[in-house]
């Protein structure tokens, strides 16, 4: 039961991720995506595999964006009159402010949580080959994604081993100015090493066939079930729900093209 | 059926942006069933040669195709396919990170069947068969986690699934440790007893390799072949002829020489009857392990971790080098030898323990491009050049005559990222001595160099330890450790598994395997002779022996 | 005569779409709404076409104009003249698309009067509120109606088909431009996810306009693909892939991030085909970062809430988006020019131009 998601499909758990990561971009009230955050939550800690540490670290970058976005609508936002709720100076909150504020950032955090959930509930080469079989993703895109995913962990090494040279080179920044330059001068290695190699890699990809391929095999069985269908369903279902509820409540604000909080 | 399984006739080839050809007027036959060894300088086209046969060139990469055909199994290169080439032959390349490309050793395997379209029925056995004959059954590991041995079969196994009738080997073991190398070696011995295929091998592990050779031809610094022939033409009457070209020789073979003989032997058990039988009574080589006592850099139990860790990388390490010494650092991979050489130089701060500097140490990274911050040769030995202090006039003669020392003069403005791989190391190695450093720390000097570079850079150091600086290199190279170095240190697992002259370690067994070395092939020679004869006195290296000789 | 292909398909769709899109609501007020042909006809009774009131007609006028260029370019045989009918299509795509985005831009800085604004608001001549003068001045609130976005979306669909149906012809696409394009999408994605991380605080006290900073960063990618490899769908495929790293590396950035990287890439792919892929100065590129930040504004429009910030704000905002786009081209041809001069790019386009026989 904890690896249910797990072994659904990636293709269908991205494509449904996408689909309710629009249906949210509808939303601005702030009570409909902390929903969703909940759904997301339980689809990857419960049924999914991740773990809960893993998943709040992942998602903390977002929660301080969310706090600006909380912190700029309130203040900037376009209030009604005598919606004031805090003052500071120049600076004034408002509710509607606040209250969009708290709706964009949460939905941030939704989207967010919702793309975790599909992710890394997911094997990267599972999710390619079956976006290339399922998707019609072109496997040349595919497959260079795959090969090119390999080096993600490397960067940061090479980076740092990069920096540590020139460090012992004698490159010590101080200035903002040239710790803009230092950084530069880093990656410019790094990028220089990262096209080198993407040209070998291609080569080597070539060397075995791949260029002239026309018709491929694949060695992983990618197949779509009807557990897959089920589970697209009820997170449809979910969904669904979720949004009666918030009619219900009265809670869910949809964007009708009003233009303020 | 004539015996060729691929000949190239006449071919001259030029590569996109250069000047001067590849190959020149090259004509070689590749016979069938054949293990052939080709060898030459750096820069001779050897590895255009590889992949000129699998196609690649011109299909895959561009190249000017000035004359001449190649013909693999019968077809002209440039009239077939990628993908009927790439099955008929198969390349495996140096670096195991440029040529995997998925994720799991199954799915690497599987890549060029699916290419292919084999149907998935067949997978599974061809990748089992694969796995088997490299070795690789049971693991079941991502290849992230793997050793650069394994990860070497594992490109192997990829190429072998696909069935090529020849296989291309072009410097397998160059990125590897010891016993990577070993990985790898044992496993290509296992494909040579396969006579349906052709085996093309570009290697510069000559002792190693030998036994299985048919054949030898050779390619000069143009990119015309020099010479093709048996090993013992090769090594025995051309000898002197390949010396000249920048070839290495096996060490076996000049151990021979050096002895008077005309043998090849194939292996130290060979090499040792042969010691046995001619060493003369009473040579022998005193190595002289004083040292001049004054300390350039101490360590005293240092220990590093790097952020997040499992591990410390290094754990209560004390050691000293002091002027006129040239200590090698050698180990496995992992075991913490750059930490070493890092926290030596001061880039490094240790985590515990301290590391004392009385004078100047300066590093040189095994990746030459790491360290490049200008944008012109000379720029960068001004860099270094300018932090000294000194004045407009005197960096400019300095530089000037750094660039002389090291043959770089003429490249003086271009980009120093466009120069090859042996100007790179000089370079690094010149701005390193810019800093007129009095302790010198290399990581991995002699990697991916030919002999004759090799042997330019090796003779530096030695001139810069007679010097009175203190040279400390970190290295796989144990034909390096046994020629050059008075002190070896040995890690394992970031500490200190051994300290002393390199003979100590030589002839300890346990402390080999410790460090997961293996004992180099003239040290091994003359351990057996030494079993034999008692006389023999135990030598570890040509440097020795040519010592004792004289 | 090249036949009805996928994106043809879909740039003829657009424009049809906001043709059809000119009846449907445009701006609703006290539960009525107003269509965007009810509001020509209704300005052109009040006081006759003046001003800014031709814009309303101007949107399916452009349409037209678009749908007649495009199904010229698909009929024309010589590949230079339908290369240059498909321009003129996307051009006028793109003018009607920047009308659509005038009259947005209108209606809100101009609208709902039940709402104060902020001292310093722009005064333009305001087609929405000749039609609805009487009711606002009663006070009433008038929002924007979802036929506006349906026009925009139409003129976009019109330009991305009119691109993509680009030459499909001239570059072959090869293994190494692939694996080039995902290699620079995972460097990306490692700096912005890794490096940026420690800086988020910066989006924490200033999310918008902090956020456009970070946008450069993501412009970038785009660019520095679209000047490496010069050829068609170089930058929308760099763009996109790099959204896809993010999202394949676990990043929380929501599938969604592909659409928002694709918004993006279409406004430099827009700059690169005009200029026939073949200039590659500075002002190319800087024009081209301006452009990818100017056409994802409609997306990041709903995407992170624009619509509800004060139009002082707003016009900041774009105001550093703007210029976040400058520097985004700016560093895309410093990059490109510093990876190409190491000669680690002689096997693309760029590094062709700088190869010189050694």
């Not at chain 1, 496997?139 to 090969?147: D, E, V």
């Not at chain 1, 949004?243 to 009265?250: C, K, N, P, R």
């Not at chain 3, 003068?133 to 109606?145: I, Q, R, W």
Request: aromatic share 8%; hydrophobic share 55%; charged share 20%.
């Amino acid at each position: 039961m904890s690896r249910l998601v797990a072994r659904r499909d990636p293709a269908v758990k991205l494509g449904v991720a996408l689909l309710l990561s629009l249906v949210l971009v509808l939303v601005i009230d702030p009570v409909t995506p902390l929903l969703f955050i909940a759904a997301a939550w339980i689809a990857a800690v419960a049924l999914g595999g991740v773990s809960a540490g893993a998943f709040a670290r992942t998602l903390a970058p977002l929660a301080v964006v969310a706090l600006g976005f909380v912190w700029t609508n309130a203040v900037f936002a376009v209030p009604a009159p005598d919606d004031t709720v805090w003052q500071l100076g120049p600076f004034a909150a408002s509710a509607s402010g606040l209250r969009f504020g708290i709706g964009i950032g949460l939905r941030g955090l939704a989207i967010g949580a919702i793309s975790l959930a599909a992710v890394r509930t997911s094997d990267p080469t599972r999710l390619v080959v079956s976006a290339i079989r399922n998707a019609r993703l072109s496997y040349r895109i595919g497959y260079a994604m795959l090969a090119a995913y390999r080096f993600f962990p490397i960067v940061g090494e090479e980076y740092a081993r990069i920096r540590l040279a020139q460090r012992v080179r004698g490159v010590r920044p101080r200035s903002l100015r040239s710790r803009a330059s230092a950084t530069f001068g880093g990656i410019v290695p790094l990028f220089a090493d990262a096209t080198r190699r993407a040209t070998r890699i291609a080569v080597a990809m070539d060397a075995r066939g791949f260029a002239s391929a026309r018709e491929r095999t694949y060695w992983r069985a990618t197949p779509v079930t009807a557990a897959d269908w089920v589970f697209a369903l009820s997170c449809l279902l979910v969904t669904a729900a979720i949004l009666a509820a918030g009619v219900a409540g009265g809670w869910l604000r949809l964007w009708n093209g009003r233009f303020s909080a | 059926m004539t015996g060729a399984f691929a000949e190239i006739a006449g071919l001259t080839l030029r590569h996109v942006g250069r000047r001067a050809p590849a190959l020149r007027d090259l004509s070689l036959r590749w016979e069938r069933g054949e293990r052939l060894l080709l060898l030459g300088p750096s820069g001779s086209g050897k590895s255009t040669l590889a992949l000129l046969l699998d196609g690649v060139i011109p299909h895959a990469v561009e190249a000017h195709w000035e004359s001449g055909t190649v013909t693999v199994d019968g077809t002209d290169t440039r009239a077939a396919g990628l993908a009927s080439l790439s099955s008929t032959v198969g390349v495996v390349f140096q670096d195991p990170e440029t040529q995997l490309v998925m994720l799991e050793i199954d799915d690497e395997i599987a890549f060029g069947l699916e290419n292919h379209a084999v149907p998935r029925a067949a997978m599974a056995g061809r990748i089992a068969a694969a796995r088997a004959e490299t070795g690789l059954d049971g693991i079941d590991l991502p290849i992230a986690r793997l050793s650069g041995g394994t990860k070497q079969r594992v490109a192997l196994a990829a190429i072998l699934a696909l069935g090529p009738r020849g296989l291309v080997l072009d410097e397998p073991t160059a990125n590897l440790d010891p016993a990577g190398t070993r990985e790898v070696l044992a496993a290509v011995a296992r494909l040579v007893g396969d006579r349906e295929r052709s085996l093309l091998l570009i290697e510069h592990r000559l002792d190693d390799v030998l036994p299985f050779i048919d054949r030898v031809a050779a390619l000069d610094a143009e990119g015309r072949l020099a010479f093709v022939g048996t090993p013992r033409e090769a090594f025995v009457d051309e000898m002197a002829r390949l010396e000249a070209l920048g070839v290495w020789i096996p060490q076996l073979r000049r151990l021979a020489a050096l002895l008077g003989s005309d043998a090849l032997p194939r292996d130290a058990a060979d090499a040792a009857e042969l010691i046995a039988e001619r060493w003369p009574a009473g040579a022998t080589a005193t190595v002289n392990t004083r040292t001049s006592g004054a300390s350039v850099v101490r360590a005293d139990a240092v220990g590093y971790r790097y952020p997040g860790a499992a591990r410390a990388a290094l754990d209560g390490v004390s050691l000293r080098v002091d002027r006129g010494e040239l200590v090698a650092i050698v180990g496995a991979n992992g075991a913490g030898k750059s930490t070493l050489g890092l926290a030596l130089a001061g880039a490094l701060e240790a985590s515990s323990g301290s590391v004392r500097r009385d004078g100047r140490v300066a590093y040189v990274f095994q990746y030459p491009e790491h360290q490049f911050v200008s944008r012109t040769v000379t720029g960068e030995l001004r860099v270094t050049l300018r932090a000294r202090g000194l004045d407009a006039d005197a960096i400019e003669r300095a530089a000037t005559d750094l660039l002389d020392r090291a043959g770089l003069r003429a490249l003086g403005e271009a980009n120093p990222f466009t120069l090859s791989h042996g100007q790179k190391r000089r370079l690094s190695v010149a701005t390193a001595l810019a800093a007129d450093p009095d302790g010198l720390i290399l990581d991995e000097p002699t990697f991916g160099q030919d002999e004759r570079n090799a042997g330019v850079l090796l003779a530096t150091l030695e001139d810069l330890r007679a010097d009175g600086r203190a040279i400390v290199t970190i290295t796989h190279d144990l034909a390096l450790v046994a020629d050059h170095a008075t002190r070896v240190i040995g890690l394992d697992a970031g500490t200190v598994a051994f300290d002393g002259p390199p003979a100590e370690l030589f002839a300890n067994d346990e402390l080999l395997a410790r460090c997961s070395l293996r004992r180099p092939a003239i040290a091994e020679a003359f351990r057996l002779a030494h079993a034999r004869r008692s006389e023999v006195p135990s030598l570890i290296g040509l440097a020795a022996v040519r010592t004792a000789l004289r | 005569m090249p036949r009805l292909t996928m994106p043809r398909a879909v740039a003829l769709g657009g424009a049809v779409l906001a043709i059809v899109a000119f009846f449907l609501p445009w701006v609703q007020y006290a539960n009525a709404t107003y269509s965007g042909a009810s509001l020509a006809t209704a300005v052109t009774k009040a006081g006759g076409l003046r001003g800014f009131d031709t814009s309303l007609y101007a949107i399916p006028v452009i349409a037209l104009i678009s749908i007649v260029l495009a199904l010229l370019s698909a009929r024309a045989t010589a590949p230079e003249s339908e290369a240059r009918l498909r321009i003129l299509a996307i051009a006028a795509s793109i003018a009607g698309l920047a009308v659509a985005l005038l009259f947005l831009g209108s209606a809100v800085l101009g609208g709902a009067p039940d709402i104060v604004f902020a001292p310093g608001r722009i005064t333009t001549d305001l087609a929405v509120t000749t039609a609805v003068a009487k009711a606002l001045s009663a006070g009433a609130y008038v929002g924007v109606g979802f036929g506006v976005y349906l026009v925009i979306l139409g003129f976009l669909a019109a330009a991305i088909g009119g691109l993509l149906g680009a030459a499909k012809t001239t570059a072959v696409w090869r293994t190494q431009d692939f694996v080039l394009l995902a290699i620079i999408a995972i460097v990306f994605g490692a700096i912005y996810w890794a490096w940026l991380a420690p800086y988020i605080w910066v989006e924490g006290v200033a999310a918008q306009p902090g956020a456009e900073l970070f946008f450069a960063v993501w412009f970038t990618s785009g660019l520095l693909g679209g000047y490496i490899l010069r050829r068609p769908g170089a930058a929308f495929l760099a763009e996109t892939l790099t959204a896809a790293a993010e999202v394949l590396i676990g990043a929380p950035a929501g599938p969604v991030l592909l659409i928002t990287g694709m918004m993006e890439a279409l406004g430099a792919e827009l700059v690169f085909a005009v200029t026939g892929y073949k200039r590659w100065g500075w002002g190319t590129m800087i024009i081209a970062g301006i452009a990818a930040a100017i056409v994802a504004i409609p997306w990041n429009w709903f995407r992170l809430g624009y619509f509800a910030l004060d139009p002082t704000l707003l016009i900041a905002l774009l105001g550093v988006r703007v210029i976040a786009g400058a520097a985004a081209g700016t560093a895309a041809k410093l990059l490109g020019d510093a990876i190409a001069a190491t000669g680690s790019l002689n096997a693309y386009a760029l590094g062709r131009e700088r190869v010189r026989e050694v």
